[in-house]
């Protein structure tokens, strides 16, 4: 981990940047105090549509449409809605 004072990482902030894209924590000190960190970012993982199912217990799932599909009149009446 390097530290360097506010003047000198306004002075060199493409090299300090350089310096974290190689895995270097860096810290800004102001009169030697640590006051900030310089890290690297890990972006997200980009998702794919349907990875969810290789979660476990999700493997043999099907949908079925009609959980989700309106409910007719009689279903309804039946139901007690009605």
């Given amino acids: 981990m390097k530290q360097v004072n506010v003047h000198e990482a306004k ?3 493409s090299q300090l940047l350089l310096d974290v894209e190689q895995g270097e924590e860096v810290v800004i000190a ?3 105090v640590p006051v900030a960190r310089l890290v ?3 972006p997200p993982a980009a998702r794919k549509a349907g990875s ?3 979660l476990p217990g999700w493997e043999g799932f099907a949908y079925d449409p009609q959980v989700l599909a309106p409910m007719t009149d009689q279903e309804m009446q ?3 809605w009605i």
């Fill in 78 to 80: 039946d139901e007690g």
């Fill in 52 to 54: 969810w199912r290789s």
């Fill in 40 to 42: 690297l970012i890990n």
């Fill in 30 to 32: 102001r009169q030697g």
């Fill in 11 to 13: 002075t060199s902030l």
